[in-house]
Nanobody, 116 residues
């Protein structure tokens, strides 16, 4: 059983920063990639950042100047550092992990609310 769990969301003021964490656990041979998505109110879930098995990162244009994805040395936890947050960043942030033979697993999501 593979589990993906996000944490670190909450209420922040505009201009502040937040770091989200995503931890994967279970019977895994290796982690191919971990990614962050977000679902803004009234919108579909959209990809925002990925870190792959080699540590290469990629970002959606909408966040690449403010968000940074990273991971721990064990590669079991991915982080999303979000700077200069805006009210329009408010939404549910999800982690998606691709493991082994490209099996994908979603976390339950964590709410980030940015107040003006």
């Amino acid at each position: 059983q593979v589990q993906v769990a996000e944490s670190g969301g909450g209420l922040v003021m505009a201009g502040e920063s937040v770091t989200l964490s995503c931890t994967i656990s279970g019977s895994i041979a290796y982690i191919r990639a971990m990614a962050w998505y977000r679902q803004l109110p009234g919108e579909q879930r959209n990809w925002i950042a990925t870190i792959n098995i080699f540590g290469h990162t990629s970002y959606a244009d909408s966040v690449k100047d403010r968000f940074t994805i990273s991971r721990n040395n064990a590669k079991t936890t991915a982080y999303l550092r979000s700077n200069s947050l805006k009210p329009e960043d408010t939404g549910v942030y999800y982690c998606y992990a691709v493991v082994d033979a490209e099996n994908g697993y979603w976390g339950q999501g964590t709410q980030v609310t940015v107040s003006s």
